[in-house]
C-alpha cells in the first residue's frame, strides 16, 4: 500500500519534502520503531478518541501512553478510544492500525504529546503496517497547524 492517498496528497499540497521508510511488518509503533532501526521517541504513535462533540486525534511518542484522565482534565473532555469500525470509517485509505498523524489531512482536531514536539525530526505512519514517513520537526508542525500541545502521557 505505501502512502496513504489522503495523506501523499496534503502532503503534496503543503509542500512537505519527505522520506519514506520501509520495515518489516509491524502492528504496533513500538515495534515499528525498532524494526525500522529508529529511536521510538521520534516515532509518532497515533490512537483515535472520540465523543459526542466528534473525533479527535491524539498523538505520542511510540514510547509514551496516553492518560485519558489527562486529556480529559485539559480539554475539558470526557474522550474514549473510538472504535475499529470508526477508525476504519476515518481513515478508508488506510490498513486498519496504521493512522497517520496528520489530522489536517482527514479533517481531524489533533493534540500532541509535547515531548514529540520537541524532536528534531519525526517518522509516522504513511498508511500501511510496512512504512513510515520521515520529516523535519518544523515540517511536522507545519503538517498539523492547529495541534494542540500539552502533557498528558507517560512514558512507558
Not at 496534503?10 to 520501509?22: H, I, R
Not at 474514549?80 to 476504519?88: I, Y
Request: glycine residues 6%.
Amino acid at each position: 500500500m505505501a502512502v496513504a492517498m489522503t495523506l501523499q496528497k496534503y502532503m503534496e499540497d503543503q509542500g512537505v519534502p519527505y522520506e519514506v521508510v520501509s520495515h518489516p511488518r509491524a502492528m504496533r509503533m513500538a515495534t515499528a520503531a525498532e524494526a525500522a532501526h529508529l529511536p521510538d521517541d521520534r516515532v509518532a504513535k497515533t490512537v483515535v478518541l472520540e465523543d459526542e462533540r466528534g473525533y479527535l486525534l491524539a498523538i505520542v511518542p511510540a514510547s509514551h501512553h496516553i492518560q485519558l484522565g489527562e486529556v480529559h482534565r485539559w480539554l475539558d473532555r470526557h474522550l474514549g478510544l473510538a472504535t475499529e469500525d470508526e477508525v476504519g470509517t476515518l481513515f478508508q485509505d488506510c490498513e486498519l492500525g496504521a493512522i497517520p498523524p496528520i489530522g489536517a489531512a482527514y479533517g481531524l482536531d489533533v493534540v500532541m504529546e509535547d515531548d514529540l514536539a520537541a524532536q528534531r525530526d519525526v517518522f509516522f505512519e504513511a498508511g500501511d503496517h510496512c512504512s513510515l514517513i520521515h520529516v523535519s520537526a518544523e515540517d511536522f508542525r507545519r503538517l498539523m497547524p492547529n495541534a494542540r500541545i500539552g502533557r498528558f502521557s507517560r512514558h512507558d
